[in-house]
């Protein structure tokens, strides 16, 4: 079946304007999560989602960002006046559900560059 | 300090050797550790699972040692196909904890001919 799909692939932004970037999950899975990765860095946790309940929102770096997952499947992540450092790869993962190590395994999509001028 | 440490690397080392990376982790709630593979602009999938008394899959090797709370990927007979970034990852769990995976930083292998 098809894997986790995220669009735009790659998009740029002038600074101050707001983008939203989607993620197409696995269906039928619960957990959803979204992760920054700036280059040569490993991916850092932003939230995470059990269903369309936003379970953990620690890692968004500021009220500049946003989250949703209004029906449980496709999620956005929004972000409003984006600045420099925004600039990475946004990366999103599902798994069948978080809490049970057998259905654990993280499905990544290609991700989404973002580049803020 | 990140709750999960790599270091960067890059290892080079020629075809055919035995390569180690080793994973730090700082909270002993953690209870599910990975290794994924990232290649160059693409994103990460897993390798493999690590377990408590260890875990092998063709040439490469998991371990974990929880009284000093790391995590070991040991690569033999090294290909070309495995020059990549090797990201370690941990899940925490615990009070209020929602199972959320972590990431270290990831280490670079180059394998040369």
């Known amino acids: 079946g098809a894997g986790v799909s995220q669009s735009p692939r790659y998009k740029v932004a002038k600074r101050g304007q707001d983008v939203a970037l989607r993620c197409d999950p696995i269906?039928?899975?619960?957990?959803l999560f979204w992760y920054q990765q700036a280059l040569g860095q490993g991916p850092e946790f932003l939230t995470y989602?059990?269903?369309?309940?936003?379970?953990?929102k620690s890692g968004l770096p500021s009220d500049r960002f946003f989250a949703e997952r209004p029906e449980g499947s496709v999620s956005t992540l929004k972000i409003q006046r984006t600045q420099q450092e925004d600039s990475a790869v946004y990366l999103c993962?599902?798994?069948?559900?978080?809490?049970?190590?057998?259905?654990?395994?993280?499905?990544f999509g290609s991700g989404t560059q973002l580049s803020v001028l | 300090r990140k709750e999960v440490e790599q270091d960067p690397g890059p290892f080079n080392v020629p075809e055919g050797a035995t390569v180690a990376f080793n994973c730090t982790y700082s909270?002993?709630?953690?209870?599910?550790f990975f290794w994924y593979r990232q290649d160059c602009r693409k994103e990460p999938k897993l390798l493999m699972s690590?377990?408590?008394s260890g875990n092998e899959d063709g040439r490469f090797t998991a371990q974990l040692n929880r009284a000093s709370q790391y995590i070991s990927l040991l690569i033999r007979d090294s290909k070309l196909s495995d020059s990549a970034t090797y990201l370690c990852?941990?899940?925490?769990?615990?009070?209020?904890?929602?199972?959320?995976?972590?990431f270290g930083q990831g280490t670079t292998l180059q394998v040369k001919p």
């Open positions: 993962a599902s798994s069948l559900k978080q809490g049970r190590p057998q259905n654990e395994k993280l499905f």
């Open positions: 269906s039928g899975h619960v957990s």
């Open positions: 989602f059990q269903n369309e309940a936003q379970l953990d």
């Open positions: 909270n002993s709630a953690s209870q599910s």
């Open positions: 690590v377990y408590s």
């Open positions: 990852a941990v899940i925490y769990r615990g009070s209020g904890n929602t199972g959320k995976l972590i």
